[in-house]
């Protein structure tokens, strides 16, 4: 862990919680009483992205000073592809259901457990919560969602998965099976196939995969040729509830969730791994960030309904790693401008 990091760390722990995208982690841990904290910060205005370093002095000057800050445009050069085999990826499910919770600056699922191993490092998973639209770019484009699976480790190092999240093609929107179906029903290694490549699937086909290399390494290619696919049931099942916790601090239980269809999704591409920060205040650096090639997807209406939640709650993409930060960037053109027009 870097110096930068340690202090930034020392920083944050001495401010109150604002409830971000490392809420649950050592960052800032859960309230004891079970409270949901409504975030302090926010996407526009004032309270925006711009103005993060000023809401709380010197906890989130990485916002405006840090020199490797997150989200970045995906392009070639900017990040190491990772294979998906480097990484060790295990999730528990959740038959009981877990705590999904509004905390104002995004939707997030309690998710308890699980490991990440890459790189000699290993985490545990913390919780995974949402960012409409994506805050990672995609080569250049933006993405109707993104989820974060929020790690730590031991030693306080925080990892997290990047998951972009399409909305699903309209033939898949008449897959009432894909979304009607439990996830307490459907077995660990089953994943809905909507339209995963050249083979037609049926709309609301739920195709097993199997163990074996051949059905595997068919899956695999699949999914290559054509990255569109139907709604990921671990989303529908969540958002099913999302209108639950419409009001920010409420919180409510899901329904059970199977999250090893997104461990085989994200296991079907590769990574593109890079050192970076949080993406909400305090912004701390020295974050390990994977962000999967593979998405999943939601069905349009679903999305329409997230949407009308969560709102807006994504940060400007920032400067490429290791050039200045862009707020420094932006106050100082602003200054110069200023001293012009005198
Ligand atoms: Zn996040």
């Known amino acids: 862990m870097g110096y930068i990091l340690q202090a930034l760390l020392l920083a944050a722990s001495a401010t109150r919680v604002l409830g971000s995208c490392s809420y649950g982690t ?59 085999t480097d990484l060790v990826i295990e999730v528990p499910n959740f038959p009981e259901g877990t705590e999904f919770e509004n905390l104002g600056s995004t939707v997030e699922v309690i998710a308890k457990g699980g490991k990440l191993a890459f790189a000699g490092k290993e985490f545990e998973l913390e919780q995974f919560h949402f960012h409409l639209p994506s805050e990672h770019l995609d080569n250049g484009t933006s993405q109707a969602m993104e989820m974060h699976m929020v790690w730590q480790s031991a030693t306080k190092e925080i990892a ?17 099976a894909a979304v009607a179906a439990p996830a307490a029903a459907a077995p660990a290694r089953e994943v809905v196939a909507g339209a995963p490549g050249a083979e037609v699937v049926p709309p609301g086909v739920v195709v097993a995969v199997g163990e074996g290399p051949a059905r595997r390494r068919r899956f695999q290619q699949r999914r290559q040729a054509a990255p569109a696919r139907g709604p990921t049931t671990l989303l529908e099942t969540i958002f099913s509830v999302a209108d639950q916790i419409k009001v920010p601090g409420t919180k409510t239980k899901t329904p059970p969730l199977v999250l090893t269809e997104v461990v085989d999704i994200l296991k079907s591409g590769a990574f593109q791994g890079y050192s970076g920060s949080l993406t909400t205040p305090p912004c701390s650096e020295g974050v ?19 949407r009308n939640i969560i709102g807006f709650n994504s940060r400007i993409p920032q400067n490429t790693p290791g050039l200045p930060n862009i707020v420094q960037v932006g106050g100082a053109a602003a200054m110069a401008a200023l001293v012009a027009t005198k």
Not at 50 to 66: D, H, K, M, R
Not at 160 to 176: D, L
Not at 288 to 306: D, G
């Open 26 to 84: 050592f960052l800032q841990p859960r309230a004891e009483d079970g409270a949901v904290p409504i975030s302090t910060f926010g996407y526009f205005g004032a309270k925006g992205p711009l103005n993060w370093a000023a809401l709380e002095v010197p906890a989130n000057s990485a916002c405006a000073t840090g020199t490797r800050q997150s989200p970045i445009n995906m392009v070639a050069g900017v990040f190491n592809l990772v294979a998906a």
């Open 160 to 176: 997290v998965i990047g998951v972009y999240i399409e909305i699903a093609k309209e033939g898949a929107a008449a897959a009432p």
């Open 288 to 306: 390990n960030w994977n962000v999967a090639t593979a998405k999943l997807s939601i069905l349009p209406a679903t999305f329409e309904r997230v």
